[in-house]
């Protein structure tokens, strides 16, 4: 693990590139990958969720996960959170689905990084 290291990224400078999850809205989400290192720190990333677009409820058995509200109405099981909520989740914990009415931004932090080639999400169901 590298030591004395510091990575600082301008998220403005990082475009939101579609971001495929199985099962949701096509389309619907993009991803501002700030750091995809966990050696570097916690795996960090933007999630923009469309106006109307889903996730559907899954777990992730790689690393714990947390959500923070920058823009819009991210909804989490049914519940609204505004700008300024936190939600968390432990390995194996079912969550979701998401979504939002008007669209959003998501500040996700994850301990394991979720490759969208072969991601560690698993549909609850």
Known sequence: MPQNVS?????????PIP???PGATPGGV???SLNVDG???LVT???????????????HNAGSEAHYVLEGDFINAGVTHAPGAFVTHSVGVVH????SVNGCK???????????ANPD???AG
């Open 30 to 32: 993009m991803a501002q």
């Open 106 to 116: 998501i500040l996700t932090l994850q301990s394991a990084y979720v490759d969208p």
């Open 7 to 15: 990575l600082v990224v301008q998220s403005q400078t990082v475009d």
């Open 19 to 21: 971001f495929p999850i």
């Open 96 to 99: 979701g689905p998401h979504g």
């Open 45 to 59: 990333t933007i999630i923009h969720i469309a106006p109307g677009a889903t996730i559907p409820a899954h777990y």
């Open 121 to 123: 999400f698993h549909i």
């Open 39 to 41: 050696a570097l720190g």
